[in-house]
């Protein structure tokens, strides 16, 4: 599988602050990239999908200048929280699909360790 | 619309006692039919693709199963390191980018 990280791996914020979490590959092409919310207790939700280049692709519901994200390489995509408050709260993780030594990986989504965030 | 029920919700286990977690689902045009493994905190971790009626495909203590309706997880001798929650997803429609869909889970507790 595909090694994933995610920076930071918890962040405290001020109301109104804006966070800018990252999602990086390190062994692997990540042509698309898809960011998640999970709250305590319940599964993942997806946000947004995002390929390469590309703008991103939002759910229905989820803000997209509230939550920016950025996919300009292949190996890094970063969501930022724009003047976060108190119920934006949550975890979020990445995920990605692509390729992995020239070897179609597109199949599979393989996640990264997630980023707590906990807004004030 | 696509949809993932897992059941039963949580699932605690002696040590050693076999069962088995449970995936109903609904999709147009099955892509793949996937279990991750969540530990608290963290992401989840790739398990298992399945991706036609009657494919099974086995890790170490786990297997998984899919027919046209659903999939089960079986879990054999379970150990307290396999305590976690375990999700299933789906995938559905065509595109490189066909988004997946994810149950809620199944907390999975074993006792020593």
């Known amino acids: 599988g595909a090694v994933v990280s995610q920076h930071p791996s918890w962040v405290i914020c001020k109301s109104g602050t804006s966070v800018k979490i990252e999602c990086r590959s390190l062994?692997?092409?990540?042509?698309?990239m898809f960011w998640y919310r999970q709250f305590p207790k319940q599964s993942l939700m997806l946000m947004a999908t995002?390929?390469?280049?590309?703008?991103?692709?939002?759910e229905q519901g989820v803000e997209k200048d509230k939550f920016l994200i950025n996919h300009a390489s292949l190996t890094l995509s970063t969501l930022t929280v724009t003047s976060a408050h108190p119920e934006d709260s949550s975890f979020y993780i990445c995920?990605?699909?692509?390729?992995?030594?020239?070897?179609?990986?597109?199949?599979?989504?393989?996640f990264g360790p997630g980023t707590r965030l906990t807004v004030l | 619309e696509d949809q993932v029920t897992q059941s039963p919700e949580a699932l605690r286990l002696q040590e050693g006692e076999s069962s088995s977690l449970n995936c109903s689902y609904t999709?147009?045009?099955?892509?793949?039919l996937f279990w991750y493994r969540q530990d608290p905190g963290k992401g989840p971790e790739f398990l298992f693709t399945l991706y036609s009626a009657g494919e099974e495909k086995e890790k170490e203590r786990l297997k998984a199963t899919l027919t046209k309706k659903e999939s089960f997880l079986h879990i054999t001798a379970p150990k307290p390191e396999d305590s976690a929650t375990y999700l299933c997803?789906?995938?559905?429609?065509?595109?490189?980018?066909?988004?997946?869909?994810f149950g809620s889970g199944t907390r999975l507790s074993i006792r020593p």
């Open positions: 997803a789906v995938q559905g429609g065509w595109g490189s980018a066909s988004k997946i869909i």
């Open positions: 999709v147009s045009g099955l892509r793949g």
């Open positions: 062994d692997f092409q990540a042509t698309t």
């Open positions: 995002s390929n390469e280049g590309s703008k991103a692709t939002y």
């Open positions: 995920s990605l699909s692509g390729t992995s030594g020239g070897v179609d990986r597109t199949d599979t989504q393989y």
